[in-house]
């Protein structure tokens, strides 16, 4: 009987019922049994007492695909993963709370080889995000074409922002531009004081939601400076444009405006990406501060120079004081290097020439918990990467 017994118990739950699931993972089976052999109580809540337990029938509930004979033979219904008794509800929890350990060894250049615990976005509540800094002329528009898309399949990137503010012979941004930008793989474009020097940008500000300014210019100004996007698979990412004020134009208070556009946001979700436009580093790590905890990600742009603090502050928020520059690096931020040397030296204006050679694409890569809002990583990325040694 007791042999018999043990055979008729399955071992582990049907897969589509184990709640988590990947080949991928070593996850704890949960054996849970509806046991009759001793119950507690008459249907109408009276105790039983022992000659009463003693005559009950024992029995066992089964899983639907073995189990229905034995839950005949042991006078008992087929187990119902909707019936699980309440005594089991905590262990039903632990079990789903339980995260995924990687087992095998990943390939490299991909989120889980770099590091990530929790790599499979089918399993977990994570999103994958590339912030690319600004896009410097037509030699960063062809960067961008020519690194965007791979580094998009090798990060398995869910939603990308791109920086377009000095697209356009480097400043500002034309229609054409945008939908160049959009076809490498952008969903979202932010920009910065430079967007108002063109005024083909006003067209594209006036017609493209996705395309922001920076939402503490004054309000009679055209665009958005915010905007949620939904992803297929309806998840929502807030994205906020600010600009600093520090050696910038005195615009209205970059502080106040965030906690404004959170305001409005953070009904529809809890991931929400900031696009800092700031000259200071100071001011864009007191940014930071101020929105710890608040917001998924703040990340600096507009010195096109990428810095070296890529981190997680304490209250859950990916920061970088700047993401850096897509374009020319054989350039003075940009600019041919000659014109730059000259207007240092001579301390007069000269005309503004764009550089070229040596295009890389700067950018951060953020995952983002889905549920929490919170940022699981943060790295910086420069594609391809700086010769640091000579043989």
Same mark, same amino acid.
């Given at each position: ?12 739950? +049907? ?5 988590? $699931? ?86 490299? /250049? ?28 037509? +030699? ?18 869910? $939603? ?21 930008? $959009?076809? %490498?793989?952008? /969903? ?12 083909? %940008? ?11 300014? +920076? ?133 007069? +204006? ?35 990467? $700086? ?5």
């Amino acid at each position: 009987m007791g042999s018999d017994l043990l055979k008729s118990i399955p071992r582990s739950l +049907p897969q589509a019922e184990q709640g988590l $699931f990947s080949p991928r993972c070593d996850l704890p089976t949960l054996h849970i049994f509806t046991c009759r052999f001793s119950p507690e109580r008459k249907p109408n809540g009276v105790v039983l007492n022992a000659s009463e337990r003693r005559s009950s029938k024992p029995g066992i509930a089964n899983h639907r695909a073995s189990g229905a004979a034995g839950a005949q033979r042991y006078n008992c219904p087929v187990y119902d993963k909707t019936a699980i008794p309440t005594e089991f509800d905590h262990i039903r929890k632990e079990v789903n709370n339980v995260q995924p350990q990687c087992r095998e060894q990943p390939p490299d /250049h991909s989120p889980q080889a770099r590091g990530c615990k929790h790599w499979n976005n089918s399993i977990m509540p994570f999103k994958n995000l590339l912030m690319v800094g600004d896009i410097v002329g037509e +030699p960063g528009l062809e960067t961008l074409r020519k690194h965007l898309p791979p580094l998009i399949e090798q990060y398995a990137a869910d $939603f990308v922002i791109v920086n377009g503010e000095n697209t356009y012979e480097g400043k500002g941004l034309r229609p054409a531009d945008a939908d160049a930008i $959009f076809k %490498s793989g952008a /969903h979202v474009i932010t920009s910065g004081n430079h967007v108002w020097e063109r005024w083909q %940008s006003k067209d594209v500000l006036i017609n493209n939601r996705n395309v922001l300014r +920076p939402l503490n210019y004054p309000r009679e100004n055209v665009g958005y400076g915010y905007t949620v996007f939904t992803l297929p698979d309806g998840t929502k990412i807030g994205v906020i444009n600010l600009q600093g004020r520090t050696f910038l134009p005195p615009i209205d208070c970059p502080f106040h405006a965030a906690d404004w556009a959170i305001g409005r946001i953070e009904h529809d979700t809890r991931c929400i990406v900031v696009d800092f436009h700031a000259e200071a580093t100071a001011e864009k790590m007191a940014m930071g501060w101020y929105l710890d905890g608040r917001v998924s990600a703040v990340v600096g742009t507009h010195t096109h120079v990428q810095t070296n603090d890529a981190r997680i502050l304490p209250g859950g928020t990916a920061f970088l004081t700047d993401v850096g520059m897509t374009g020319p690096y054989d350039s003075v931020i940009g600019m041919k290097k000659e014109v730059a040397i000259r207007r240092f030296l001579t301390q007069t +204006p000269h005309k503004f020439e764009m550089g070229q050679g040596d295009g890389r694409l700067s950018a951060a890569f953020i995952r983002i918990d889905t549920t929490t809002g919170k940022a699981h990583d943060i790295e910086a990325i420069s594609a391809p990467e $700086f010769v640091r040694s000579r043989s």
